[in-house]
């Protein structure tokens, strides 16, 4: 089980991406329990607490994309292949999740529009071309939410 502090990654943020953070959680706990785990049931159990977790966080703001999981009984004898599916889908979704919030920028940057700048070379000097502007180069700044395009 995550501490109560851990649960402000997800404070401030969509509930998909919430989610995101919370499970990336949930799996480092089970990553540390299953190395320090020597036994097979008690790795079941690790797995079936994950898995109860990821279900329950998706389940609290209405994501509906593991509806159609249960979690294992403690004396299933194939935890491990449904966790295996269950993984999958959840590695699906959260790569889904945090492509979309790449385009989208983070959820602390101003909504403001992009300001654009354009720096073009000379393209003569005198009656001799230097260079003839064919092409732009997109830069972004990580910690803004702005953007400048280079021409060349």
């Not at 401030?12 to 919430?18: G, I």
């Not at 009984?73 to 935890?79: A, E, G, K, T």
């Not at 732009?136 to 910690?143: A, V």
């Amino acid at each position: 089980m995550i501490k109560e502090e851990d649960f402000a990654a997800a404070a401030d943020v969509p509930p998909d991406m919430a989610f995101v953070r919370l499970e990336r959680k949930f799996r480092e706990i089970l990553d540390e329990n299953l190395e320090s785990s020597q036994s097979g049931n008690a790795s079941d159990h690790f797995i079936i607490e994950y898995m109860n977790h990821t279900l329950a966080t998706a389940e609290a703001p209405g994501l509906d994309f593991l509806d159609f999981y249960t979690v294992p009984d403690d004396n299933s004898s194939n935890v491990y292949d449904s966790y295996k599916r269950f993984r999958q889908t959840v590695d699906g979704f959260t790569v889904r999740i945090q492509i979309s919030h790449i385009r989208l920028g983070p959820a602390h940057t101003s909504r403001s529009m992009p300001t654009r700048r354009s720096i073009s070379a000379p393209t003569s000097l005198g009656s001799k071309k230097l260079l003839k502007p064919h092409h732009s180069l997109q830069l972004r700044r990580s910690d803004c939410s702005t953007s400048s395009t280079l021409s060349l």
